[in-house]
């Protein structure tokens, strides 16, 4: 196995290839903590509509957010834009749960809708990302966890590295995928 010697002041050190594996992907590892901070989470486009052309625009919607004018905000899968209310089929999740609970349905008056969020996922970058980081994690992994023999240690970093990978892999891709249209409604 070969070896870098350096040589510092007064002593040498002596540094195998093998050993600065982990260094090297725990720097990778670091600087991979970093990227979903700095990564767009998909394009996000802003229109402005009339309280008249939004049946039209959504028809077809299924994760619809509505956030309010007093605060907070109610995801449904499902909206139908009446002509003094916007009604919401099966809430997933609120900001008020009292008021809005979990699997019911909700109208919510005109002058109380601030905007409307509407995300799609479009494309396969979720699979793409699990297979490509869980892949490099299976290669990564033993490395990463020091194993140098066959063992216990080396099939550790197999299932850590893949797994981990996985899922950060798929975390990214989500982030990627995800489409946002937010509506301003104008008067």
């Not at 870098?4 to 290839?17: A, C, F, G, N, Q």
């Not at 609120?94 to 809005?100: F, I, P, Q, V």
């Not at 979720?126 to 490395?143: E, H, S």
Request: hydrophobic share 45%; proline share 4%.
């Amino acid at each position: 196995m070969e070896s870098l010697t350096s040589k510092s002041s007064r002593w040498l050190r002596k540094t195998t290839v093998a050993g600065m594996i982990p260094l090297l992907l725990a720097q990778v590892l670091i600087a991979l903590a970093w990227v979903p901070q700095t990564l767009e989470a998909g394009p996000e486009t802003r229109r402005e509509m009339t309280w008249e052309q939004l049946p039209a625009f959504l028809e077809s919607e299924k994760k619809v957010t509505v956030v309010l004018t007093e605060g907070g905000a109610v995801r449904s899968e499902g909206v139908t834009p009446l002509s003094d209310s916007i009604h919401l089929g099966h809430i997933v999740m609120a900001t008020n749960s009292k008021r809005y609970p979990w699997g019911s349905e909700a109208s919510i008056a005109r002058g109380s809708v601030r905007e409307i969020r509407l995300e799609k996922m479009r494309g396969n970058l979720r699979r793409i990302g699990a297979v490509g980081f869980g892949a490099a994690g299976f290669f990564f992994g033993p490395g990463l966890v020091g194993a140098r023999k066959w063992g216990g240690r080396v099939l550790a970093g197999w299932l850590v590295g893949s797994v981990g990978g996985a899922g950060l892999g798929y975390w990214l891709g989500m982030r990627k995928d995800r489409e946002t249209t937010i509506i301003t409604i104008v008067n």
